[in-house]
């Protein structure tokens, strides 16, 4: 939910819980009618405030540092939940908390998709954007009593709850305010279902298609979203949500940054095996990868674009490069490592889309694919990193016939093959990594600055890529020619598979391999 106002007036005014005049619930004394039996809100701690009758309000430091703040004219963008059940539920499994630590968060990812939703940056706005989260609750049960018995109900129990929950070290850094209506009749002040928060979590359709985003881009300009998901995989979250967006004729296409919507990943650190889980669980049948790359070859310029169709793995060995495991062995056939049909249609489609830093077309920028390079291969370096390579390593590459290198495509590359996935990086040139003797190895700095002037090339060539791929998906020409080929490629006879490993399987090929009696 997006809000266009003056916090300040949003905060001091806060209508909720005027016009309750059913007396039921507990009934909340203002600062300057205390009196000894309303004792107990004396233990109100932490900002804690009563606004109107029935109603508890909580600022937290975060907030109040924002509204001390210049926010006039800022753009307000809220994000309202529920608070049992949807941010957190009790760890007793009671519907109702037995004391203020019986609570735990949801799920693992609460706060994790609450802090994505913060970090986010919008297109134009970003700077003049201010993002809070509100929540809502509706604490009827709540009850004025400082009787042990009945004390897990009281109204001290449920602050100390709150503060255990909004200052833990997950929350805190949150900037936020609750609102607690302490009876039933403030229900309707409560977020309501498709209310919170601004893209739905579900989407029902397939989605063939799907983008993955390197450094430098964590989303896609030209498409409108329509879903925003979070998936649970067997093997964990992928590094962000994923976005659905609709093309105008309405294909579904995914979205995901490879290093999380803020870069918090390191490329060690990618949980590749959840990326491309997430994206077959909803029916992805091609990727298309972005990857920022030094070049290894002189005529390969800074800011051209490579179509790679060969990979060399200097990868360490730390990365987690499969799905198969122990009691389910299978091998994926690897000698062409992208989809060279969809490679050849790049190579085919695109060449006429790179512009300079003015966005004119003046042929500077080109695009390189096997069959515009005198049909050489051009072969991909992985290097683990995170540093880049020395002068000597980078030599080498170049003398083994690498044209580019980047710390990306593997394993992202070698799940997708065992997903039956179709895969294609486009790689992003950005620098001359670090064999020029005659120049400054390269550095953050230097891919930074390229990037910055590839990113409209970046947006333009998959805008293109897009309206040229959309119908030869729907036609069925591509995407479907690894349809099956992990049927023929296990080596674990069924008697001597592995029951838990087989179930991870079905996640990503329902129906390929019964989980017979036979296996373990
Ligand atoms: C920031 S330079 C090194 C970094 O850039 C590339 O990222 P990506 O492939 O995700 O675009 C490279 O692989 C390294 O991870
Ligand atoms: N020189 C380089 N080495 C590895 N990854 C890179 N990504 C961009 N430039 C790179």
């Known amino acids: 939910m997006a809000v266009k106002s003056s916090i300040q007036n949003t905060l001091k005014n806060p209508k909720i819980e005027k016009n309750v005049n059913n007396s039921s619930g507990i009934k909340l004394p203002t600062e300057n009618k205390l009196n000894e039996s309303n ?12 606004i109107g009758t029935h109603c508890l309000c909580r600022i937290s430091p975060k907030v109040n540092e924002i509204i001390k703040s210049q926010v ?28 203020a630590n019986d609570w735990k968060w949801w799920s693992d990812n609460v706060t994790e998709i609450i802090k994505n939703w913060l970090n986010e940056k919008s297109d134009n706005d970003a700077n003049n954007i201010l993002k809070l989260v509100v929540i809502f609750t509706n604490q009827g049960a709540v009850v004025n009593t400082t009787k ?19 200052n833990s070290d ?15 009749s403030a229900a309707d002040k409560k977020a309501k279902t498709g209310q919170p928060m601004s893209l739905p979590h579900t989407f029902n359709e397939k989605v063939p298609l799907a983008i993955i985003g390197g450094t430098g881009l964590y989303k896609l300009d030209s498409l409108t979203p329509v879903a925003k998901l979070t998936i649970a995989t067997p093997w964990g979250h992928p590094s962000s949500p994923i976005t659905i967006s609709k093309t105008e004729t309405g294909m579904p296409i995914a979205f995901l940054a490879r290093h999380g919507q803020t870069h918090n990943l390191l490329p060690s650190d990618v949980p590749n095996q959840a990326n491309i889980a997430a994206l077959k669980s909803i029916g992805v049948k ?45 091998h994926a056939g690897f000698g062409d490592p992208f989809d060279n049909k969809i490679g050849k249609i790049i190579s085919d489609t695109c060449t006429d889309i790179l512009v300079n830093e003015n966005g004119i077309k003046d042929g500077l920028h080109k695009l390189h694919t096997k069959s515009n390079d005198n049909g050489d291969d051009l072969t991909l370096i992985c290097m683990e990193g995170p540093a880049f390579s020395t002068r000597a ?18 394993p992202e590359s070698k799940l997708a093959r065992e997903a039956e996935i179709s895969y294609q990086m486009i790689c992003m040139s950005t620098d001359y ?3 020029r003797e005659d120049a400054e190895p390269v550095t953050v700095e230097t891919v930074v ?15 293109h890529l897009i309206k040229v791929l959309e119908p030869l998906i729907l036609n069925g020409e591509i995407g479907n020619d690894l349809t099956g080929s992990m049927k023929m490629s296990v080596s674990t006879s069924s008697n001597g598979r592995d029951k838990a490993v087989l179930e991870k399987m079905h996640y990503l090929f329902p129906g390929y391999w019964p989980l017979s009696d036979e296996s373990r």
């Open 170 to 184: 997950e929350f805190k850094d949150i900037p936020n305010i609750l609102y607690a209506a302490t009876k039933k």
């Open 39 to 50: 004792i107990i809100i004396l233990k109100r701690e932490n900002n804690f405030k009563s």
């Open 286 to 330: 091609i990727i298309i990868a972005f990857s920022a790359v030094g070049s290894l070859q002189e005529h390969i310029k800074p800011r051209d674009f490579v179509i790679p169709n060969q990979i060399i793995d200097r990868t360490k060995g730390i990365r987690k490069s499969t799905f198969f495991e122990k009691g389910f062995v299978a």
């Open 148 to 166: 042990l018995s009945t004390y897990s109900k009281s109204l001290d129990t449920f602050m100390n709850k709150i503060n255990n929950i909004l």
């Open 72 to 99: 006039k004219d800022k753009i307000i963008h809220i994000a309202s939940f529920d608070l049992d059940d949807t941010l957190i539920k009790t760890k007793t499994g009671r519907k109702f908390s037995s004391s």
């Open 433 to 435: 990594d670090a064999w």
């Open 393 to 410: 390593e980078s030599k080498l590459y170049k003398s083994w016939g690498g044209s580019v290198i980047n710390m990306s495509c593997v």
């Open 449 to 463: 600055g390229n990037l910055k002037s590839n990113s409209k090339n970046a947006h333009l060539f998959s805008e």
